[in-house]
């Protein structure tokens, strides 16, 4: 049946805020207006409302307890404490119904009945007559979600009718969208009347007479639900059917309710016997969470379950979404129902979706439970038979689960093991009473008090503790995450009691979890530090060329062992992304597509791969609330416009790692010059908070210049020294950097190969063959790349120092413009410099075929012992107290560390306030190259997962104001605007303007 079931919780209708929230979802919903649905819509749905719940982090009794307390008073024969107790629930529908503007006559013969009931049933007991206190519980507790039910209808009725209204009126004035025709056509088939009240137990929800915890008749579930159902569809073919969640009648038309987890078995019940196309559950957190977020805040969402991992998780502390009771209703049926948890206080979030099958994605641990209360005993065992005996004795002791046993040798001798839950009740010594009365209850009732038996040394109580089960598809059977976990509990133990080195309590495996016995005081912080362990790191990556590519097979190789999980990928036309992230054979089918030429915008990746969405580029914040947690965009293209990403991926609380030189080098406007365009002030404005990223630790930059030979990381840490004489106030006492480095590998591969003697066409056609250079050659003999990288570090040093970007001079010349310079001095044709830019290959060669005998002159003017490098230097003038850059062809000294390079090898020397140039440590090295670039981004990646894990703290070096700060920029609201503040926050995001 094309038919969906929407569920709303009781946080989700706790008050008339949130019940007008859910309203508006149902209307949303129902006249397909939510463009952020993720989902399929059907043409029909219901709705299942549970009772008013407590408002999300809020803690008081709610409707079900204060009913059960007039269940409880009414035993005791006090009518005014029952009265009292229905009037503070009726009370509070009253108030709901008047902040809504909506009558009391909803659910007015509902509390008239209770109170009718609560008289009755006091006064058979004053009598001396029986009560059935289970049946009457059913008939005072039911009118919770009978009660909630037709509020929120009549006020989606309402928001319905006045949505027909304005429809009308637009069709009169302006016409209507081509969605708006289609919805109004669905309201005026309603005639007037949008919704229908219906009470399960007069709709084939029929259960046996087991009061308080009922279940469903096999006629109910097979035949009786679906046939009601079609027939309410029949009469009503475009309304809204809402149902009462919970509740049911016996066959004998008595009220009965359907226990632990009674709305969901409502619901499930439902959509099983209608077959229907699907079911949203509206919680109030973003889907099932990995972990208690009361220990863990932002804790991740698992965006896919089966229905098997949703209930271990529910019966092992975990989130109790969706419990066994009404998964088997599934189960029984066959029927593949697709659940969707979602947020109905944030409902654009995707949420969770669970299923009969696990989608496996990389990554495993899906959630991690906790059992308080937990008492671990162990016993020693003269024979085999003894475990059993002991064992069902344990079981008939009241107030205790037995959650684990095992008889197995330990150090040679046979022991019994059991892990029990237990129950403490207020005003009970339950130390006392599940330690040694335990004890002496197996004593009685298995040995008969038999002397010898279980004395001090011969059993093991360990009180105070919990269980924590970690779960997830094969996690159990990782020997790598089985020892995460084995090292963080011995490593919290340790902290705590410098004794305990080696974790004494039992551990469990299976091949989908691993579960713990830790001290009950340890729980928080074993928790916290091992799901920094185990969650997953987020990536969006940007760019699938060379470089790319190899960045993304580097990760699936480390998928599983580092927890990385791919949300986007990113080319120039869009993003290719999916709820979850990719898991390792999308992420193949990703490359292969690129192998044939394919963009991310190919209409055939969301058919290779289930759930895979495209995006544009600019939808950034989509990408990222597919996922929770942590988030880097690593940016492998050479797109200058990946500044308006970086900032707003800074604004939405990324980290970015980059090896695109391009966003940091772009050329700005001096501050306050008269051609400067609003533009281009913002434009400054953006460059500044990128550097300034940088040095907050938010922006990590190593392969930018000289790949993974670490140069921007060696002068961060140069700039991080002795902070007071880098940030001094007065510019005559602040320390000064100079830089001088040759950083080209291509440039460097072609000066070796003069240095050989050969012709400068020959030495550039090495390098073309070689594959040296871009397919254009003048990109790199241009020298643009090494202005571009030198014109990075002169900004850190800058923005560390307080400087101006702009104040800095700067001198450029292409590889071949001495060259140029000399051919046009020696010829009277002039040779166009111009011309050969964008020429390829060969053609480039043989252009420079012309230049080779104005090269031998300059070669035969070089100074002996001295050699032609293309060096990039960054020097400081004392007296007039301004930086300089130079980029060129120049000589050095042939034994000086420049002079003495060979082949593509890089190499950048610093000197603090003028002392010699010295490598603080780098080594010659490729400066390029797909191997070293990729290096470079999986080394920044390592620095990042380590302070994300909590292994290691975000480095953060002040950043002093200078007047280009100050400035006036762009607006707070401004998406592109980054303040360590608003990152801090992670506030919710904008669109991009």
């Known amino acids: 049946m094309n038919e969906r079931l929407l569920k709303f919780g009781g946080s989700s209708v706790s008050n008339a805020r949130n019940i007008a929230r859910a309203a508006d979802l149902v209307v949303d919903d129902y006249l397909d207006m939510d463009s952020q649905n993720h989902y399929s819509h059907g043409n029909n749905f219901g709705v299942i409302v549970s009772a008013l719940g407590t408002p999300p982090g809020k803690k008081g009794p709610k409707v079900t307890d204060q009913l059960l307390s007039a269940v409880s008073a009414i035993n005791k024969e006090d009518l005014d404490a029952a009265l009292k107790n229905i009037y503070v629930v009726r009370d509070l529908h009253y108030n709901i119904l008047e902040e809504l503007r909506l009558s009391r006559s909803l659910v007015d013969s509902n509390f008239s009945a209770l109170e009718q009931l609560a008289r009755q049933s006091v006064k058979r007991l004053q009598d001396g007559q029986q009560i059935d206190l289970k049946e009457l519980s059913d008939s005072l507790v039911a009118a919770g979600e009978l009660s909630s039910t037709p509020i929120l209808a009549a006020l989606v009725e309402r928001k319905l009718g006045e949505a027909y209204k304005k429809l009308k009126e637009k069709e009169g004035n302006h016409g209507l969208t081509e969605n708006e025709r289609k919805a109004l056509a669905k309201l005026e088939r309603c005639n007037g009347s949008y919704t229908v009240n219906v009470d399960p137990g007069d709709a084939g929800f029929i259960t046996d007479s087991n009061f308080t915890k009922a279940a469903l008749l096999d006629t109910s579930l097979e035949t009786d639900i679906a046939m009601h159902y079609q027939s309410l569809r029949s009469r009503n073919p475009n309304k809204i059917l809402f149902y009462a969640g919970f509740v049911a009648k016996d066959v004998q038309g008595r009220r009965t309710t359907l226990g632990r987890d009674g709305s969901n078995v409502t619901v499930i019940a439902l959509g099983s016997a209608i077959k229907a196309s699907g079911l949203t559950i509206y919680t109030d957190t973003d889907g099932v969470l990995v972990a208690n977020p009361k220990i863990i805040g932002g804790t991740q969402t698992v965006r896919h379950l089966s229905y098997d991992e949703v209930v271990f998780l529910a019966q092992s502390g975990g989130m109790k979404v969706v419990q066994n009771n009404s998964l088997d209703i599934l189960k029984k049926k066959e029927y593949p129902l697709k659940i969707v948890v979602r947020n109905s206080f ?51 002791y009241k107030d205790v689960r037995l959650l684990y046993s095992a008889c197995e040798r330990k150090d040679g001798k046979l022991v019994g093991r059991f892990l029990l839950a237990t129950n403490p009740i207020k005003d009970r010594d339950n130390d006392a009473y599940f330690g040694k009365g335990l004890i002496d209850h197996i004593k009685k009732e298995v040995y008969d008090d038999m002397p010898g038996r279980f004395d001090d040394d011969s059993y093991m109580h360990v009180p105070d503790c919990a269980l924590i089960t970690y779960c997830g598809e094969g996690l159990g059977a990782s020997d790598l995450d089985f020892a995460k976990v084995v090292e963080t509990v011995a490593n919290v133990e340790h902290r705590r009691n410098s004794k305990a080195s080696v974790h004494h309590l039992p551990i469990f495996r299976n091949s989908d979890s691993v579960q713990v016995v ?25 760019g699938l060329g060379k470089v790319g590519s190899n960045f993304l097979r580097e990760i ?142 938010r922006e990590h930059v190593k392969g930018t210049v000289g790949a993974d030979l670490g140069v921007p990381t060696n002068l961060i840490e140069i700039l991080a020294k002795d902070h007071a004489w880098v940030l001094a106030k007065d510019a005559k006492d602040r320390a000064y950097i100079s830089v001088r480095g040759c950083m080209s590998g291509t440039l460097g591969y072609t000066v070796s190969e003069l240095d050989k003697g050969k012709k400068l066409s020959e030495a550039i056609d090495d390098a073309v063959k070689k594959g040296f250079t871009e397919p254009k050659p003048f990109d790199d003999y241009s020298g643009r790349d090494v202005l571009n990288k030198i014109l990075i570090l002169w900004r850190m040093i800058a923005t560390r120092s307080g400087i101006d970007l702009n104040d800095c001079e700067i001198e450029h010349s292409s590889f071949i413009q001495v060259v140029v310079d000399r051919y046009n001095k020696d010829h009277t044709d002039k040779f166009d410099l111009d011309a050969v830019a964008q020429l ?54 042939k034994e000086s560390r420049l002079g003495e390079l060979t082949g593509p090898n890089n190499l950048v020397l610093f000197s603090v306030n003028g002392e010699s140039f010295r490598s603080y440590g780098l080594e010659p090295g490729p400066g390029a190259g797909v191997p070293e670039t990729t290096n470079a981004i999986m080394h920044d990646l390592e620095e990042v997962v380590k302070v994300y894990r909590g ?14 700060h100050r400035e006036k920029g762009p607006r707070k609201s401004d998406p592109l605007y980054y303040s360590p503040r608003r990152d801090a926050a992670r506030r919710k995001g904008i669109p991009l303007l």
């Open 346 to 396: 944030n409902p654009n979030d995707p949420g969770t979706i669970i299923s009969p099958y696990s989608e496996k994605s990389g990554p495993k641990i899906k959630g991690i439970g906790i059992i308080e209360d937990v008492v671990y005993k162990e016993f020693a065992l003269e024979e085999p038979d003894d475990f059993g005996v002991i064992e069902e004795s344990i079981e008939r």
């Open 951 to 964: 292994s290691s703290q975000r480095r953060v070096l002040a950043v002093p104001e200078n007047h280009s």
């Open 840 to 893: 390829k290959g060969e053609t480039f060669v043989e252009r420079m075929r012309s230049l080779d005998d104005s090269f031998d002159q300059i070669r035969i003017e070089v100074k002996q012992d001295h050699t032609l490098r293309y060096v990039a230097e960054l020097s400081y003038d004392a007296e007039a107290r301004r930086y300089k850059i130079s980029v060129g062809l120049k000589e050095v000294q």
């Open 518 to 542: 830790v001290p009950k005081e340890s729980v928080d912080e074993i928790v916290r530090t091992t799901y920094n362990q185990m969650k997953k790191i987020n990536i969006v990556l940007y």
């Open 556 to 697: 699936i190789a480390k998928y599983d062992e580092q927890g990385f999980n791919v949300v986007g990928v990113a080319d120039s036309s869009g993003v290719l992304a999916k709820i979850g992230g990719f898991n390792n054979i999308d992420l193949g089918i990703i490359l292969e597509g690129k192998t044939k030429g394919r963009k991310m915008d190919n209409s055939l990746y969301p058919s290779e791969i289930f759930g895979a969405e495209y995006l544009p580029n600019s939808e950034l914040r989509k990408v990222r609330d597919m996922e929770k947690g942590d988030f880097v965009l690593v940016d492998a293209t050479n797109d200058p416009n990946m500044l308006s990403i970086h900032l707003y991926a800074l604004h939405l609380g990324m980290d970015i790692i980059s090896v695109n030189k391009t966003p940091y080098a772009l050329p700005i406007a001096s501050n306050g010059a008269k051609e400067e365009t609003q533009k281009k002030r913002r434009e400054r404005f953006y460059v500044n908070n990128l550097f300034r990223a940088i040095f907050e630790g």
